[in-house]
């Protein structure tokens, strides 16, 4: 393996637990896919001043990056089996991590820690950090949310939200790869979103804000799944004759997508889901359904960016 020119899996740390989580799970996927793992923090407001005020003096800055030095300690009492670098990054969480995950097969993060991550998945830097980021971000959730992180069959299966006409194929080849290289079932959910029934209709106070019933009508329920059962299979056919080694299991169910994810992920190894919306500023934000189970999903959760010519084989090992 060339350590420099081989797509690594960047983990991103910042001392805290909830980080050196998300650096195990991203040292046995870079394991597993037999990639260079780059261990990334990113140094402190106050720290990246000292070293720019020693710099300043004309002095060489020995400022050491002391996080890093922790970790590198914990990452060599493990034992690894592929080449790690360590590099310390100045700038903002949401512009270098992005940017040094370019070209890379994931980035990898905790689902909170101290600075810059203590807002991850709940405010506007988790949301930009999923936004940005131009490989998938696997968000490995705190212990209080998940029992293992092991990364082989015994850690469960790969869970795909899949819109069969949204969904783009990146997000669905990432989910086959993954489930291919750890040897477990995937499991693409579909949700079927259904029409409220008219008599639970509340009259509305006047007759300009009174709405028609939806149609169709819930009655309809039966042969609603029946059609998406055969979009869903229709979408799902070119990905299992590529994979046939995937054993593939289809799910529809009627429901809102994200409470139907969060639901499944409690017995899930990774689930997978795509950044796609439609909005024209769309770089700057994330789906409603990926925004969600990153809140809440049981399991680590992956969130696939749209199509880019330089990106690698993506599956997460």
Request: overall charge negative.
């Amino acid at each position: 393996m060339n350590e420099v020119t081989d797509p690594p899996v960047v983990a991103a740390v910042d001392g805290s637990e909830h980080s050196l989580r998300a650096l195990s799970w991203a040292l046995g996927a870079a394991e597993t896919v037999g990639a260079p793992l780059v261990v990334a923090h990113v140094r402190s407001d106050a720290l990246q001043l000292g070293a720019a005020r020693i710099a300043s003096l004309g002095t060489e800055p020995e400022l050491r990056d002391t996080v890093l030095d922790a970790v590198r300690t914990v990452v060599e009492e493990r034992g690894h089996t592929v080449p790690v670098r360590y590099e310390s990054l100045d700038g903002t969480v949401t512009e270098v991590l992005p940017a040094a995950a370019r070209g890379a097969r994931l980035l990898v993060t905790g689902s909170r820690g101290h600075g810059g991550f203590a807002t991850l998945l709940l405010g506007s830097t988790g949301r930009a950090l999923a936004a940005r980021s131009p490989c998938p971000l696997v968000v490995v959730p705190h212990e209080a949310r998940t029992a293992s992180l092991d990364s082989g069959p015994e850690a469960g299966r790969i869970l795909l939200g899949l819109h069969p006409e949204e969904t783009p194929d990146e997000v669905v080849t990432f989910a086959f790869e993954t489930a291919q290289r750890r040897g477990v079932p995937l499991e693409a959910m579909t949700a079927l979103p259904l029409p409220p029934n008219p008599s639970a209709l509340v009259a509305a106070p006047s007759p300009a804000f009174q709405m028609p019933p939806p149609l169709p009508l819930a009655d309809d329920t039966e042969d609603l799944l029946a059609e998406a059962r055969r979009v869903q299979e229709s979408r799902l056919r070119p990905f299992a004759e590529r994979w046939p080694g995937v054993k593939l299991v289809r799910t529809v169910a009627p429901g809102d997508a994200a409470g139907l994810l969060v639901d499944a992920s409690a017995d899930a190894a990774l689930l997978v889901v795509g950044r796609h919306h439609r909005h024209r500023i769309a770089e700057l934000l994330v789906g409603s359904v990926a925004h969600a189970v990153l809140h809440h999903a049981a399991c680590p959760v992956a969130v696939v960016p749209p199509p880019a010519a330089d990106r690698p084989s993506v599956g997460a090992g």
